[in-house]
């Protein structure tokens, strides 16, 4: 695993492996069926997890605590209108510029692992930045004060996130792009690359 920095945010990449993406993602094969289309655009569906029966929550609570103690997230409670959810953008589908609510001074905050990444398109839009990610990467997402968005999918390979909901106290949402900024971190141009 590598810390590396994107454009107005970072991730780490190979934060899940091979083994657990691929049982993530079988999982979503054999379960497409129970998975809601998103009426906000075309192409999209997402299911939150915890309402979805057999669903793989024992690993997905496994890869959230692990972020926990990775970011040393502290004073945070479960985001509850979308919890933590999987969601699919086929060829065609996209996302919208958008911000995601708040709750007080509990800030929205997602850590997106990416399960699936498109031949083409789907690239993320954070602010004013554009990223290309990539798969068993993990990347911060402070859905309640940056407008983000993604890039149309193009191709017969979906663009899958595993998306894991917090809402962080505001005071300990602490910017680590900036407190880690002594730290060692290994820029990936693949990852830098923007369009
Ligand atoms: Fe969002």
Same mark, same amino acid.
């Given at each position: 695993?590598?810390? $590396?920095?994107?454009?107005?945010?970072?991730?780490?990449s190979?934060?899940? +492996?091979?083994?657990?993406?691929?049982?993530?993602?079988?999982? $979503?094969?054999e379960?497409?069926?129970?998975f809601p289309?998103?009426?906000?655009?075309?192409?999209?569906?997402?299911?939150?997890l915890r309402?979805?029966e057999?669903?793989?929550?024992?690993?997905?609570?496994?890869?959230? +605590?692990?972020?926990?103690?990775?970011e040393?997230?502290?004073?945070w409670?479960?985001?509850p209108?979308?919890y933590?959810?999987?969601?699919i953008?086929?060829?065609g589908?996209a996302?919208?510029?958008?911000?995601?609510?708040?709750?007080?001074?509990?800030?929205?905050?997602?850590?997106?692992?990416i &399960?699936?990444?498109?031949?083409?398109?789907?690239?993320?839009?954070?602010?004013?930045?554009?990223?290309?990610?990539?798969e068993?990467?993990?990347?911060?997402c402070?859905?309640?004060?940056?407008?983000?968005?993604?890039?149309?999918?193009?191709?017969p390979?979906?663009?899958?996130? &595993? +998306?894991?909901?917090?809402?962080?106290?505001?005071?300990?949402?602490?910017?680590?792009?900036?407190?880690?900024?002594?730290?060692? $971190?290994?820029?990936?141009?693949?990852?830098?690359?923007?369009?």
């Amino acid at each position: 695993m590598k810390k $590396v920095l994107l454009n107005g945010t970072y991730a780490y990449s190979n934060f899940i +492996s091979d083994t657990e993406k691929d049982y993530l993602l079988g999982w $979503v094969n054999e379960n497409k069926h129970k998975f809601p289309p998103n009426l906000a655009s075309e192409n999209r569906h997402f299911a939150i997890l915890r309402n979805v029966e057999n669903s793989p929550l024992d690993l997905v609570k496994e890869i959230k +605590s692990r972020i926990i103690d990775l970011e040393n997230i502290q004073n945070w409670k479960e985001e509850p209108l979308m919890y933590d959810y999987i969601g699919i953008n086929s060829h065609g589908g996209a996302i919208h510029p958008h911000t995601d609510p708040n709750q007080g001074d509990y800030i929205h905050t997602r850590y997106n692992v990416i &399960l699936s990444w498109p031949e083409k398109g789907g690239e993320s839009i954070y602010g004013d930045n554009i990223n290309t990610l990539e798969e068993n990467m993990v990347w911060k997402c402070v859905a309640g004060k940056v407008k983000h968005a993604s890039k149309t999918t193009l191709g017969p390979k979906s663009r899958i996130t &595993l +998306s894991l909901g917090f809402l962080i106290k505001d005071k300990f949402l602490q910017d680590q792009f900036v407190e880690h900024h002594h730290q060692q $971190v290994e820029i990936n141009p693949q990852v830098r690359e923007v369009i």
